[in-house]
């Protein structure tokens, strides 16, 4: 079991950029909506396709007695736990929707509004009943704000994203879930937003459940995700359903392809190191505030080094995203912005170029 963490190496970021393409033929500020692939990880997928191809049901009987467990394992190593605690699901959005059931025995769930719509989504029917606090004007959620709404509402789970995707602020894993325990409440995290690119210790953070999708920062394109689901939890739920929980939410045949794109995107990361890519983005993201400082672009959200994460809102509508667009910098209009994303395989150039675009 580890969550596979190292020492800060020196990288060539220039040479591990090369096998990014999108990052190579744009000014790609989009991860956020969705990471640039590998050269390498579509290879593999590929392969894979050829295999099953070739070999039918022959490989496809191997995925199910190796290759998924392989995956399993370094979708655990990379959180720092155990297979038996993570199930592989296509996307968050419907791995949550097979979870919600069988915690319908915990139905007032607290949420922040705005967060993600398909994080909230399967907690909006009964028996569920939402609680909804409203995130500070520059969309912060203070830890003192979910406490004193935790403690005036006695929520059964907190439901909340690790980063707002509309605002760029992350929240500190840690001490929310803490404070859930402090409340006899479950945490229930979306990492989407965050995935190898934030860091997540699962046990040292005392998470009891966390999912995301693969196709943003983990860099693993689509149908590929997971869930997380302490020991603990994962009893309360086995018990009061009488069903194996992970058998549940993997219920049917995963797509190989999708799940060796993930494997192989593990890989990378865990090749790379989290802590330098975390250096790296903090790095990058610094480096943009700065820049935009210096030229009068406001940065509106996500611009805190308290509860930063890998992306940005700053100021500007349809017009001057499409300006970027047409130079080729590539961004999106979310929250009350644009929205600008840096990951480890931009570079400085990058943002030099975008600030010569807003000028």
């Given at each position: ?24 033929n ?15 990880t ?30 399993l ?12 605690n ?38 909006k029917?009964?028996?569920?009943q ?10 912060s ?78 860099l ?78 406001p ?43 840096l ?17």
């Amino acid at each position: 079991m580890s969550n596979e963490s190292s020492s800060v190496k020196e990288l060539d970021w220039a040479e591990v950029r090369k096998v990014y393409p999108a990052a190579l033929n744009s000014t790609y500020l989009n991860t956020p909506s969705c990471g640039s692939l590998a050269i390498g990880t579509v290879e593999a997928a590929i392969n894979e396709q050829v295999l099953l191809m070739s070999e039918g049901a022959s490989h496809f009987m191997q995925w199910m007695e190796h290759g998924r467990t392989e995956v399993l394992q370094a979708v655990a190593g990379n959180l720092g736990t155990v297979v038996e605690n993570v199930a592989l699901v296509p996307n968050f959005s419907k791995g949550a929707a097979l979870l919600a059931p069988f915690l319908a025995h915990r139905p007032k769930v607290l949420v922040v509004s705005g967060d993600y719509p398909t994080l909230l989504a399967p907690f909006k029917f009964p028996p569920f009943q939402l609680v909804v606090i409203d995130p500070l004007p520059d969309g912060s959620i203070p830890l003192d704000l979910l406490e004193s709404a935790i403690k005036r509402e006695r929520p059964d789970i907190v439901a909340i994203s690790h980063v707002q995707w509309s605002s760029g602020h992350a929240i500190d894993l840690r001490a929310v879930a803490a404070l859930c325990r402090t409340y006899n409440a479950l945490s229930f995290f979306d990492a989407t937003q965050s995935w190898c690119c934030l860091p997540i210790d699962v046990l040292a953070m005392g998470i009891d459940i966390i999912g995301s999708s693969g196709y943003k920062w983990a860099l693993a394109g689509f149908g590929n995700g997971f869930f997380y689901l302490a020991e603990r939890v994962r009893a309360e739920l086995e018990e009061r359903s009488g069903r194996k929980l992970m058998a549940q939410l993997m219920v049917g045949h995963e797509d190989p392809v999708a799940f060796i794109r993930l494997k192989d995107a593990l890989q990378r990361y865990r090749e790379l190191g989290p802590k330098a890519i975390t250096g790296r983005v903090e790095a990058l993201c610094t480096l943009t505030i700065e820049e935009l400082d210096a030229i009068g672009i406001p940065v509106l959200n996500g611009g805190n080094e308290n509860g930063r994460s890998g992306f940005m809102i700053i100021e500007g509508g349809q017009e001057r995203l499409e300006l970027m667009q047409n130079a080729g910098v590539l961004a999106a209009l979310r929250g009350s912005g644009i929205r600008i994303g840096l990951h480890f395989y931009n570079s400085a150039e990058d943002i030099s170029r975008l600030v010569e675009r807003l000028r």
